[in-house]
Structures are given as C-alpha cells and as structure tokens.
C-alpha cells in the first residue's frame, strides 16, 4: 500500500526555519516525481516545488523561491523541504505527493496520484 507521510510542520515566527520530511512506504520511490504543495485556509491548493526521480532537476514556485529548497534521499525513501525566511503568507498545511514520472513538468496537482495526510505550517508572532 503505496504511503506517504510528512512530517515537521510547526509554529513558527517570520523569518524562522523549518525543514518538512514526507516518508514514503509501499512503492518504488525512485521511479516517482515528489512535489509538495500547500493549502491556505479559503485558499486553492498551490504547488510550492517538484523533484524529478533522480533529485537532479526541480521545479520551485515563484512566491518561494531562494527561500525554499526540496531535496530527495532515495535510499531513504524521503523527501524533504527546507524552509527559510518564511512568512506568514507561508502558513498553511503542506502536502507531498507522488507522480509517476520521470520529470516534473510543472506544479499542477491534477497530476499527482497520491497525497500524504499534511502537515500544518503556522507562521506567526
């Protein structure tokens, strides 16, 4: 039973830092695209960031780039999302997901198969 779960979401001040962890079980994780998007309160779902199966190519929203970084560990099944200077735009719960691709091909959540359960991200003095 394919599985992914995150992890690391918090309260958080503007400027602070947080790293989110997405574990995956159940599936070959190297033969999938992760991407992570996220959810405001009233808000669409917007994709944040992708990584292509080899961890060498990604794809990263405008509103978070040099800000945000997504990395993979495919000998660990992981995936993971590094978060600085975040704002309180930023909060919202934050998702992985799964597409079976070899490349990310943009941000639209249409495309992904399979949703962990989020993570809750609040930043806020």
């Known amino acids: 039973q394919l599985q992914l779960v995150e992890s690391g979401g918090a309260l958080v001040q503007p400027g602070g830092s947080l790293r989110l962890s997405c574990a995956a079980s159940?599936?070959?994780?190297?033969?999938?695209?992760i991407g992570w998007f996220r959810q405001a309160p009233g808000k669409e779902r917007e994709g944040v960031s992708c990584?292509?199966?080899?961890?060498?190519?990604?794809v990263t929203a405008a509103s978070v780039k040099g800000r945000f970084t997504i990395s993979r560990d495919n000998a660990r099944d992981m995936a993971y999302l590094q978060m600085n200077s975040l704002k309180p735009e930023d909060t919202g719960i934050y998702y992985c997901?799964?597409?079976?691709?070899?490349?990310?091909?943009?941000?639209?959540?249409?495309?992904?198969?399979?949703w962990g359960q989020g993570t809750r991200v609040t930043v806020s003095s």
């Open positions: 997901a799964a597409m079976r691709s070899s490349v990310c091909g943009g941000l639209d959540y249409l495309k992904y198969a399979y």
């Open positions: 990584i292509d199966r080899g961890g060498g190519s990604t």
């Open positions: 159940g599936f070959t994780f190297d033969v999938y695209v």
